[in-house]
């Protein structure tokens, strides 16, 4: 090869290289929503994503349980991560950076139909389930006065629909017990 094509091409490797910085992760624990989908792609938890060739770089869990769907990480039976933080590591050669993801679920059960009258029998067990549908990743649970069909005539109870994590809302119900 001639002088002036090595100079060149040690020129232009120089000047390709200078384009890539090392990855820096954006931050060392990323905290996601319950349900949310974590990525297997080492771009989402760059800081410099786009002076980064990625190309090279690879994602790996370090927790049991966790397999990968799709470039997906997923907990073992389902299609999301649970609840929990999960240990992972971002690898670049034999360089591996370590970084937390943080499942949370901060968000109350959906209800898709809005109930706000009910009529029952005296002494009837109200299957509040079956009244309101309502829709959760963390299951459902229903909070409403036990005594409430114990009292002949009409009045408002609420009733407390909540996940398995605190997160809650309220319905009014407007209560009419026969006899």
């Known amino acids: 090869m001639s002088k002036k094509l090595c100079v060149a091409a ?7 290289a200078g384009c890539f910085q090392p990855p820096k992760l954006a931050k060392q624990t990323f905290t996601l929503e319950l349900g949310a989908d974590v990525y297997a792609n080492p771009d989402v938890y760059l ?15 370090e927790t049991p349980g966790i397999a990968k769907l799709d470039n997906r990480f997923v907990s073992t039976g389902s299609e999301y991560l649970a609840v929990g933080e999960y240990d992972f590591v971002l690898v670049n050669g034999s360089k591996r950076t370590p970084f937390a993801v943080k499942i949370k679920d901060t968000k109350p059960p959906t209800i898709t139909n809005d109930v706000t009258e009910l009529s029952v029998g005296y002494g009837q067990i109200i299957d509040w389930a079956s009244v309101f549908d309502a829709k959760d990743l963390s299951e459902v649970y229903y909070e409403a006065p036990l005594d409430a069909s114990l009292v002949v005539g009409e009045q408002d109870i609420t009733v407390r629909i909540t996940d398995r994590f605190g997160n809650g809302v309220d319905r009014v119900v407007h209560l009419m017990v026969g006899v």
């Open 10 to 16: 040690a020129v232009s490797s120089l000047l390709f």
């Open 47 to 61: 800081e410099n994503a786009d002076e980064v060739n990625s190309k090279k770089l690879s994602i790996e869990v």
